[in-house]
Structures are given as structure tokens and as C-alpha cells.
């Protein structure tokens, strides 16, 4: 479907209020074909399509799902036809295009490796799904399809757990190794085990995230059993010796339950020793309902952490402009220090 909106507003762009209002709703619904994502097979929002819409330089992602109070229109006057709008109640909020992922974000192979996982977060669509396995050759495949497009910047691996964190990781590894006929910078997001980053860094991986998932520790016990806290924290903190300052990070999912007092004192600790937290507002998946507190944050609560955040990247010396891999390059599901702010 094709609508024709006022002139109006054409030249209008995603400021970083808007693009918080955006991610505080997270869905959108979508008139007639757009170029959209595939299917998310990582993390909360596993099984579910997307789009990527970009206004201006800023970029969001958001989920396609019919009941969203966002809708997302192609406009008439749009040479090409991927221009459109976001409306709102039927007011446009933002102008801009849509963007074709080229493998889960733009400019990116960003590819699930395993798409299970032997442990149990609540929050977390994976081991409800129990997706498919990719084998080396598949992953090469994949990136090589990438290549041929000339749009391939980067490749993210990232991956759940089939059967334990040590044999993940020398899968990964192994396939990290097999990329690097590339020429691109390869990160890997998995779960970490003792050795694994000078594993990694040997296999010619030059980023690492391994997630804390819930600022709260207390929390973190219930919503992620079976895994340590502190396994996660002495990895990151090894990283950063390994990969170097600004070239590590860890997700934080916000709207847990958690407090913000919480969340700036695990920030603060993580920018303090040369970690890039991703600051990832929750998605509370159909197949998770019930499991444990999720609750999208408001719009300015994502500002005013996202504002904290980058004051404390600052103080740290830590640029996400620097990024070359990873969530910080794509932008699409957060609003990122040093690209929206």
C-alpha cells in the first residue's frame, strides 16, 4: 500500500527523542512489501522479523507485529519507493527510507552460529525456539553470499550454547579462523569460558561481548540460573587486556526489574575498566510471557541512560564511534554513544 502524506514534514529526521520514542515502543506494523530483516534467531527476540528504518543519520530497528501503535507507510513521492514514514495515532513522527539488512543489520554479516541454548533466561526466546545448528561450511557460505553484494563492512558471530561454553567457542573460533580471507573485522558475542579470549584473539577475532544481561546481581540469579556472575565479569575483564580498551563489550538488558542506581554502578564499573556497555531496552517475547518481570522502558528513562552513559564512555576515554563490529557499528537497537549521542 502505498499512502500519500503532506509534503509537510519531508525534510524532517530522527532526532534522539524520537528515536527514544521509537525504541520505548520497539513494534511497528508495516503497510505492503518493505524491505525487512529475516527472522532474529539471537537473544530476546528470537523468531521474530523486523525492519530497519533510517531518518537522517540515525538508524532504528524495530519488530514487525500487527497490534504495534506504529505504522510504517510508503510514500508516493518517494523515488525508488523505499522512502517512508512512521506514524503515530496517524501523526508522522519521522521521514526517512528503509533499509535491506544484509545479514541481520545492515552492513554486516551478523550471523547465529547455534541457535539453541542449554541454559535457561528468562527473558530469552532461544531455548524455547530450538532453531538449527549452522555447520562451518554454512557459515562460509553465508559470508561469501555477503561479500558478493560489496556492501559486507563487517561479520558478528554470535551464538547459544548446544551443548557447553568450551565447545562453542572452539567452534566459533574455528569458523573466525576460516573468515579471514575476508579482509573484514570479525567480533564474536558468546558465552565466555576460562581461555577462551586468547582463543579468540589467536583465531583472528579483533572485538568480544560477553553479556551481563541484568544489572542487578540479585536478579541476575533468578532471571539467568545456571550461569556466574562473576565468570562473565573475570572475562571481560581479561578481554580488555587481550583486545584492549574499547574493543570489549557487554549487553544490558533494560526493563528487568532493575534499579537505575543499579544500572549507572554497573556501567560506571564496566566503562572503568575499558568495557563498552550496550544499554538494550527489553523484549518481552510472546513465548516468555509470564517468566519473569519485562517492561519496556519509557522514553525517558532510555534517554537519561543513554545520556549517562556516554558521560561515563567520556570520562573513561572510550569512543563508540570506534567500534568496528558489532552493535555499536549497526545502532539499529539502542540509542548508541557516539553515533545517536
Known amino acids: 500500500m502505498v499512502t500519500d502524506l503532506s509534503r509537510e514534514g519531508l525534510d524532517s529526521r530522527m532526532d534522539l527523542e524520537t528515536k527514544a520514542l521509537l525504541l520505548s515502543i520497539g513494534t511497528v506494523q508495516a503497510d505492503g512489501p518493505l524491505p525487512r530483516g529475516p527472522v532474529s534467531t539471537a537473544g530476546p527476540g528470537a523468531g521474530e522479523g523486523s525492519i530497519f528504518f533510517q531518518s537522517g543519520s540515525r538508524m532504528v530497528r524495530l519488530s514487525l507485529t500487527e497490534s504495534s501503535p506504529l505504522r510504517l507507510v510508503r ?16 501523526r508522522e513522527v519521522a521521514r526517512g527510507r528503509t533499509v535491506a ?11 547465529t552460529v547455534s541457535e539453541r541454548c542449554i541454559y535457561d ?38 551464538s547459544g550454547v548446544e551443548v557447553s561454553p568450551r565447545q562453542e567457542g572452539e567452534k566459533v573460533a574455528r569458523i573466525v579462523r576460516s573468515l579471514k580471507g575476508f579482509g573484514v573485522p570479525v567480533g564474536v558475542s558468546i558465552s565466555p569460558y576460562p581461555g577462551v579470549n586468547r582463543i579468540l584473539r589467536d583465531a583472528g577475532a579483533v572485538e568480544v561481548k560477553y553479556n551481563l544481561e541484568c544489572a542487578d546481581r540479585e536478579l541476575f540469579a533468578r532471571i539467568c540460573p545456571g550461569i ?19 574493543r570489549v ?37 510472546p513465548l516468555r510471557a509470564g517468566a519473569v518481570e519485562m517492561n519496556r522502558p519509557s522514553v525517558q528513562r532510555l534517554l537519561e541512560l543513554a545520556r549517562y552513559l556516554r558521560a561515563a564512555l567520556d570520562r573513561a576515554g572510550l569512543d563508540g564511534r570506534g567500534a568496528l563490529t558489532g552493535c555499536y557499528r549497526c545502532t539499529g537497537c539502542d540509542l548508541t554513544p557516539g553515533r545517536d549521542l
Not at 553470499?145 to 558478528?156: D, K, N, P, R, V
Open 249 to 285: 563489550f557487554s549487553n544490558i538488558i533494560v526493563g528487568l526489574g532493575e534499579s537505575d542506581r543499579s544500572l549507572k554502578r554497573v556501567i560506571d564499573d564496566l566503562t572503568e575498566k575499558g568495557i563498552m556497555p550496550v544499554l538494550r531496552a527489553v523484549y518481552p517475547h
Open 121 to 158: 533466561c528468562k527473558f530469552c526466546a532461544v531455548p524455547r525456539l530450538l532453531g538449527g545448528i549452522k555447520a562451518d561450511e554454512t557459515v562460509q557460505r553465508m559470508v561469501e553470499q555477503a561479500a558478493q553484494t560489496g556492501l559486507l563492512q563487517a561479520i558478528s558471530l554470535t
Open 75 to 90: 510514500l508516493t513521492d518517494a523515488p525508488g519507493g523505499d522512502e517512508a514514514a512512521l506514524l503515530l495515532d496517524g
Open 101 to 111: 539488512p544484509l545479514l541481520h543489520c545492515p552492513e554486516q554479516a551478523y550471523i
Open 228 to 246: 556466574s556472575w562473576e565468570e562473565i565479569m573475570d572475562a571481560l575483564e581479561e578481554a580488555v587486556a587481550v583486545f584492549g580498551r574499547g
